[in-house]
């Protein structure tokens, strides 16, 4: 069974920054596709950013610019720097891998606030 384990969520103030990452164990061949997603209470789970195994990568419109996505193959890792963080990013933040399914983290919280 593949397990990932989010880590990096916390309380930071507007303008500040946080690291997450996600990390994958189990027996694991190939990850092609990894990405982030999110969830605000009374909001549906919308795309972060994604990545896949070539590098390629894709930004939901409110966090390009700002947030950036990458991955530690060597070490079946994802990354999601953001930066410049506004109340409106404080969500539960979600890791997604894909390898001959998918995968979910347990999530890890973030929270936007003065």
């Known amino acids: 069974q593949v397990q990932l384990v989010e880590s990096g969520g916390g309380l930071v103030q507007p303008g500040g920054s946080l690291r997450l990452s996600c990390a994958a164990s189990?027996?694991?061949?190939?990850?092609?596709?990894m990405g982030w997603y999110r969830q605000a209470p009374g909001k549906e789970r919308e795309l972060v950013a994604t990545?896949?195994?070539?590098?390629?990568?894709n930004y939901g419109d409110s966090v390009k610019g700002r947030f950036t996505i990458s991955r530690d193959n060597a070490k079946n890792t994802v990354y999601l720097q953001m930066n410049s963080l506004t109340s409106e990013d404080t969500a539960l933040y979600y890791c997604?891998?894909?390898?001959?399914?998918?995968?979910w983290g347990q999530g890890t919280q973030v929270t936007v606030s003065s």
């Open positions: 997604n891998i894909v390898t001959n399914m998918a995968y």
């Open positions: 990545i896949t195994n070539n590098g390629e990568t």
């Open positions: 189990g027996i694991i061949f190939s990850i092609p596709f």
